[in-house]
């Protein structure tokens, strides 16, 4: 019985391990994204930097709805 607990403590801490590492990725990916795109797209105009970031964005997401869709 103790070893079933063990082994299953031991899956437990794992998962946690591999969560945290998957979670500081993610975050440094887009830290990394958000700074490139302060530094090229329209880095003297900070207001039409941010605008066409938000727009391009909410096309991405128009055109791949029904990507979306059909993977769902």
Do not use: C, H
């Not at 063990?6 to 975050?27: C, G, M, N």
């Amino acid at each position: 019985m103790k070893k079933r607990t063990e082994k299953k403590e031991k899956r437990t801490l794992r998962k946690v391990f591999y969560t945290i590492i998957i979670a500081f990725a993610i975050v440094s990916f887009w830290r990394g994204v958000w700074q490139l795109s302060d530094l090229y797209l329209f880095p003297n105009n900070y207001e039409l930097s941010n605008w066409i970031s938000l727009i391009s964005g909410i096309i991405i997401l128009f055109l791949t709805k029904n990507l979306i869709d059909e993977l769902i």
